[in-house]
């Protein structure tokens, strides 16, 4: 009988979501099929949607994918780009100080800069290049940092 009552349940649930009732947003539960259902509601409903993405397992694909109410992870191409960073620093400091280079090229795509926008792009970092390394011992995730923001700015 508690499988009927809880296979009505989310039938119901999968209805509502298919109709627009969950939200855009997802609450301290995270995204996942909780937060299709559910949204940001708060207190105990937060509870079951958290329950609902780990029973079904759907979190951690919808994160990867960016399926389920989840933004696309940029998980896989932010380790690339540490990477990227940490192998390539003096590189890019070169290429930063004077516009253009190789590394500075590989560093724009892997923050997927459009082709088209790369070259003010370059240009902003370049009369920026010591907001983006304050010091000589500036470290790898702070020049990361300082790049995203000045590309922002």
Do not use: W
Request: net charge neutral; proline share 1%; glycine share 10%.
């Amino acid at each position: 009988m508690k499988r009927i009552a809880m296979l009505s349940l989310f039938t119901l649930l999968f209805v509502a979501a298919g109709t627009g009732f969950a939200a855009d947003r997802y609450g301290s539960a995270g995204c996942g099929l909780g937060s299709m259902l559910l949204g940001d509601q708060s207190g105990f409903m937060q509870v079951f949607a958290a329950t609902t993405n780990g029973t079904f397992g759907n979190q951690t694909f919808g994160i990867t994918s960016g399926t389920s109410n989840c933004g696309k992870s940029v998980f896989a191409s932010n380790e690339r780009l540490n990477e990227f960073v940490k192998a390539n620093l003096d590189n890019i400091a070169r290429d930063v100080a004077v516009g253009h280079g190789e590394s500075l090229e590989t560093l724009s795509e892997l923050l997927e800069i459009s082709p088209d926008q790369r070259q003010a792009v370059h240009a902003r970092l370049k009369a920026n290049f010591t907001k983006i390394f304050p010091s000589e011992k500036v470290q790898m995730a702070e020049v990361i940092d300082n790049i995203i923001r000045v590309i922002n700015g």
